[in-house]
Structure formats: structure tokens, C-alpha cells
């Protein structure tokens, strides 16, 4: 009866992770915030070297529709794949694994069985690569987080990396703590005793 008081207590006091719809959710707030990011950073690259070919090489005349437009469209595609990888890469390489959509949904993106360091060229490159798949596939492969228990995308496969909430790092952290080191300091303690009994 000592015990079972003793684990709901404990079970009061520790967090819970978050559940998978909300984790999901979160992750794909964050995709479509990167997703506007880039669009916008490609439609102002595609103007600006819109602008540029007109002014100092080519000089078409912007009341000539078709061909501003055909100008413009062969631009904006050829950018949007060089802005998409550059964007995921830059982001997960320089700023530790998170991009903007990451940043305002507090989301990491971390190497396979290696929290402490930072992600790797070759993973933040792969990753990119993975959501440029996605993106030539009409985002379908993305979906596969719905399906699958441990919420991994084609991305994290290819990277060999995974996403985490912040709140979900602190709760695993907090579980990789040993309370065995108590028990050991103070073995006279009744209380580590009984949870390291129960535990």
C-alpha cells in the first residue's frame, strides 16, 4: 500500500510526455512556417534578379507580359530548389538544428543516439536533400509522421536523425538521471530505499 502511495506521488510530480497528435501538430506548424519562409525568400530572389537582367543584360521592356512572365518563371523554379536545400541546410548547420518554423514551435532537430553535438554537414545536407523529395513528390512523403508510431518523415531517415520538442528533451533528460547515485551517497535514507524498490 507504502508503495503504490509512493509511485502516484512520483507520477504526480514527473511530467508526461506529450502526446504523438501534439508533437505531430507541432511539427507540421513548423514545416509550413518554413514553407512560407522560403516562398517568400524565392519570389523576392526572383525579382531581384529579375530587375537585374532587365536593368544590365537584356533590357526587356516590363509592359511585354509573356515574356517578363516566362522570365520569371524559369527564374523563380531554378531558385526555389537552390533556396529550399540552401535554407534547410544553412539553418540545421549554423544554427544548431533548428530552423525558423523550429524556433517558434521549440523544436530541435537531433543526430541518432547523439544529443550533446551538433548536427554534422553531411546530416544537415541529407536532411535538406529528404525535404527536397518531399517537395518534388507534392509533400505526400511528409505524411508518413501520421502513420508511422515513431512520427519519423523520409528526411529523418535519409539524415538518420530526429525531431524533439523541448519539452520532450527535458522529460528524457530528467529520466536519463540515475537515482541509484542517492542511494548510493545516502543508503541509510529510507526514502531512496523505497523508490529505488519501487522503480
Given at each position: 500500500?507504502?508503495?503504490?502511495?509512493?509511485?502516484?506521488?512520483?507520477?504526480?510530480?514527473?511530467q508526461?510526455?506529450?502526446k504523438?497528435?501534439?508533437?505531430?501538430?507541432?511539427?507540421?506548424?513548423?514545416f509550413?512556417?518554413?514553407?512560407?519562409?522560403?516562398?517568400?525568400?524565392?519570389?523576392?530572389?526572383?525579382?531581384?534578379?529579375?530587375?537585374f537582367?532587365?536593368k544590365?543584360?537584356?533590357n526587356?521592356?516590363l509592359?511585354?507580359?509573356?515574356?517578363?512572365?516566362?522570365?520569371f518563371?524559369?527564374?523563380?523554379?531554378?531558385?526555389l530548389?537552390?533556396?529550399?536545400?540552401?535554407?534547410?541546410?544553412?539553418?540545421?548547420?549554423l544554427?544548431?538544428?533548428?530552423?525558423?518554423?523550429?524556433?517558434l514551435?521549440?523544436?530541435?532537430v537531433?543526430a541518432?543516439?547523439?544529443?550533446?553535438?551538433?548536427?554534422?554537414?553531411?546530416?544537415?545536407?541529407?536532411?535538406?536533400?529528404?525535404?527536397?523529395?518531399?517537395?518534388?513528390?507534392?509533400?505526400?512523403?511528409?505524411?508518413t509522421i501520421?502513420?508511422?508510431?515513431d512520427?519519423?518523415?523520409?528526411?529523418d531517415?535519409?539524415?538518420?536523425?530526429?525531431?524533439?520538442?523541448?519539452?520532450e528533451?527535458?522529460?528524457?533528460?530528467?529520466?536519463e538521471e540515475?537515482?541509484?547515485?542517492?542511494?548510493?551517497?545516502?543508503?541509510e535514507d529510507?526514502?531512496?530505499?523505497?523508490?529505488?524498490?519501487?522503480?
Amino acid at each position: 500500500m507504502e508503495n503504490l502511495k509512493l509511485v502516484s506521488h512520483i507520477e504526480h510530480l514527473t511530467q508526461k510526455l506529450p502526446k504523438n497528435k501534439e508533437v505531430r501538430k507541432s511539427r507540421t506548424y513548423a514545416f509550413i512556417t518554413d514553407l512560407y519562409c522560403i516562398v517568400f525568400l524565392n519570389k523576392f530572389v526572383s525579382f531581384a534578379w529579375m530587375t537585374f537582367v532587365n536593368k544590365y543584360i537584356s533590357n526587356i521592356a516590363l509592359g511585354n507580359k509573356g515574356a517578363a512572365k516566362t522570365l520569371f518563371t524559369g527564374t523563380s523554379n531554378l531558385s526555389l530548389a537552390i533556396i529550399y536545400t540552401s535554407y534547410f541546410f544553412f539553418f540545421y548547420y549554423l544554427a544548431e538544428g533548428r530552423t525558423i518554423g523550429k524556433m517558434l514551435f521549440k523544436l530541435k532537430v537531433y543526430a541518432n543516439h547523439e544529443r550533446s553535438r551538433s548536427l554534422s554537414a553531411k546530416e544537415s545536407f541529407t536532411r535538406s536533400i529528404g525535404y527536397l523529395f518531399c517537395n518534388f513528390l507534392f509533400f505526400i512523403p511528409f505524411a508518413t509522421i501520421y502513420f508511422r508510431k515513431d512520427s519519423k518523415s523520409i528526411a529523418d531517415y535519409i539524415s538518420g536523425t530526429y525531431v524533439l520538442r523541448d519539452d520532450e528533451l527535458i522529460i528524457l533528460d530528467s529520466l536519463e538521471e540515475r537515482p541509484v547515485s542517492q542511494i548510493e551517497l545516502f543508503p541509510e535514507d529510507p526514502v531512496s530505499n523505497r523508490i529505488s524498490k519501487v522503480l
